[in-house]
């Protein structure tokens, strides 16, 4: 099969305002039958109203200026509104006022700039960094980074908001983090302008202005990841000692539990770096972080909540609303310790794929000559080193992360959805949900069998999977992070030859109704992974030909009607797989018309690849394949049948 690259997963980040986005406002409007009227006639209106704001940014009167920064903090949340500001370049207009005279006009220019960043939508960073917001940032952090504001006391989040100069810093140091993410020039430029020690300066406040060091956190894991250049220099013997402080806060509150896991995401992003004798014990004290925010039960701490916010409403108490604060540090805890975990079980892959263009082929007819070319990386092995392997199985991190896997009862997370306070741990809870299936998939690609637990817990694992099919959410997220870890289970089972003999025909035509109608084609991508692992499983066992039967038809399916091309090859390798060789298989292969069918999809794959080629991107290595395997294939199997 076809390569697969896992995807590393960061946290979502909280709304700016702390308020629903207008989009999210109109989503939940129109769900309940009222569509927002901004999505029609209010799109002139707000696209006169931004022009008219932008104006005001020039005007003479620091008021206007001010309440121009304001107005567009709220504008560019709403998706016409902030086209129409990006097309008359609220960049090049806003961003000079980060280093306006008024320290009042930087907090709202530095506001209305976090929000744009906060779009969700990584080419509006991309152009805003193209539009040279860096500079105006990079010096008002520098200016910042000589004087940071040194609280007398602890300060909430509330009251950081309510500092100027505080909550300045607090919002550039969020539109900092939106552009690392997003643009990798803006990495460079991080690096550029030296802005490494504002966030270390600003990490060791977590003890009189935890909300600053939390977000200095994030953006320091964020620029962290690939980053060799700062990776070495925090390893520097003067500064590493600040990370190792942060990594080991004290402090029993969520905040503190999410600023450790966050810092364990930097130090695992810069252990190349790090001095060689102490990587080992660095690996034990980041898995120690991660095992202890995964045993804490979120849904039962937060079951015990729920009636108190129920019974109060809108106007919940201190306790209530600093308790719910906590609940959803911890959600956002346990998604980043999910995150690095996943991570630490991906190593990097140094390999890169050859460019391969129209010239790497000098025809385009299929290749006929040679033997079927056995691609069996559905899940390439990974080496993982001693001390990562060790730190996962010390903490028991495989069954940890296994008990995330599920939701708590219907009816509790239809009550969290529908109470507008507690809708943020309800994301939360799927997020987690969504990160641990990812989390499993590369746990169980990476980890050696016995260390899981052997075929027995394997089996388990794959159980618990067969269940969530029924119960999984319906956003492609969800979906694709559970086909990913049934892929990865099943995979896991056919290395070991350990057939899964709780899966049954209705499983399979569960996960093909689950997968078959999603647009998302890496989904579908993994629906024949499942199948290529459990046929190559069933090829040579003549009690289970009914099963292979069910899983050759499905496969056939895929590989001739779906309008993926990428898809279309990975369904392909996967009958290669499955019906190369053996007995039953090539039982199988006759009584579902298997060559006469791929036979007349050669000449539609011929056309489909002269068309599409240009558009493969990463995944044409893997349509090459399995077109020149296509051709050979047939003829294998047809010299098998004369003989």
């Avoid at 006009?105 to 040279?132: H, K, T, W």
């Avoid at 290749?367 to 060790?390: F, R, T, Y």
């Amino acid at each position: 099969m076809g390569k697969d690259r896992r995807k590393r997963r960061r946290a979502k980040k909280p709304q700016p305002t702390g308020l629903p986005s207008m989009q999210e406002t109109t989503a939940e409007e129109a769900e309940l039958g009222n569509p927002s009227s901004t999505s029609t006639t209010g799109n002139s209106t707000f696209q006169g109203q931004s022009i008219a704001v932008l104006e005001k940014l020039q005007s003479g009167s620091d008021e206007e200026r001010e309440c121009a920064c304001t107005t567009l903090a709220t504008l560019v949340q709403d998706a016409s509104a902030m086209e129409t500001l990006l097309d008359h370049n609220i960049v090049k207009s806003l961003a000079p006022l980060l280093m306006d005279k008024r320290p009042s006009i930087r907090e709202a220019a530095a506001g209305a700039l976090r929000n744009l960043s906060a779009s969700s939508n990584q080419d509006v960073c991309m152009r805003m960094v193209d539009d040279d917001v860096f500079t105006p940032l990079a010096t008002l952090l520098q200016q910042f980074s000589s004087a940071i504001p040194q609280p007398s006391q602890e300060m909430s989040g509330d009251a950081v908001k309510k500092d100027p100069a505080l909550n300045t810093l607090l919002q550039a140091l969020h539109l900092l983090w939106n552009l690392c993410e997003n643009a990798s020039t803006a990495v460079s430029l991080f690096n550029q302008y030296h802005l490494m020690k504002l966030l270390l300066d600003t990490l060791q406040m977590f003890g009189v202005c935890l909300e600053l060091s939390l977000t200095a956190a994030h953006c320091l894991q964020t620029v962290t990841e690939d980053n060799v250049e700062l990776a070495k220099e925090l390893c520097k013997p003067h500064l590493l000692p600040i990370l190792e402080g942060a990594l080991m806060c004290p402090g029993e509150r969520m905040q503190h539990l999410l600023l450790r896991n966050l810092i364990a995401g930097c130090m695992y992003n810069i252990k190349e770096s790090l001095p060689a004798a102490g990587q080992g014990q660095t690996m034990q004290v980041i898995a120690k972080i991660i095992s202890q925010t995964l045993e804490i039960d979120a849904a039962n701490r937060m079951a015990t909540l729920l009636p108190q916010i129920q019974t109060n409403g809108t106007t919940l108490s201190k306790v209530v609303s600093e308790e719910l604060q906590e609940m959803e540090s911890l959600v956002s805890a346990q998604q980043v310790a999910l995150e690095v975990t996943s991570n630490m079980c991906c190593p990097e892959d140094d390999e890169e794929w050859e460019d391969l263009d129209s010239s790497s082929s000098s025809s385009d007819d299929l290749d006929d000559g040679g033997e079927v070319m056995q691609e069996d990386s559905l899940m390439m092995p990974l080496c993982l080193s001693a001390e990562i392997q060790s730190s996962l199985t010390n903490q028991q991190l495989p069954n940890k992360v296994l008990l995330k896997i599920g939701l708590p009862e219907k009816d509790f997370m239809q009550n969290l959805e529908a109470c507008k306070e507690t809708k943020t741990v309800f994301k939360g809870l799927l997020r987690v949900q969504s990160r641990a299936l990812m989390c499993l998939q590369n746990l169980i690609a990476a980890v050696e069998l016995e260390s899981l637990g052997g075929p027995e817990a394997l089996s388990l694992v794959l159980q618990k999977l067969l269940d969530l099919i029924q119960l999984v959410p319906s956003e492609d997220e969800s979906v694709e992070a559970l086909t990913s870890a049934l892929r990865s289970t099943l995979h896991k089972m056919a290395e070991n030859k350990f057939t899964p003999e709780i899966l049954t025909d209705s499983h399979l035509s569960a996960i093909a109704s689950l997968c078959q109608s999603s647009s998302n084609d890496a989904i579908r991508v993994n629906f024949v992974g499942t199948l290529g692992s459990v046929g190559s499983l069933l090829a040579f066992n003549e009690e289970t030909q009914q099963l292979l039967m069910a899983v050759g038809t499905q496969l056939l399916e895929v590989a001739t009607k779906d309008n993926s091309l990428w898809v279309t090859a990975e369904a392909l390798d996967a009958i290669f797989d499955v019906f190369g060789d053996g007995d039953v298989a090539d039982i199988v292969a006759a009584n579902i018309g298997l060559v006469a069918k791929l036979r007349t999809l050669v000449p539609q794959l011929k056309a489909r690849f002269r068309q599409g080629k240009s558009a493969l991107g990463e995944h044409l290595p893997v349509v090459i394949s399995a077109r020149s395997n296509l051709a050979r294939f047939i003829k294998y199997k047809e010299a098998q049948q004369c003989k």
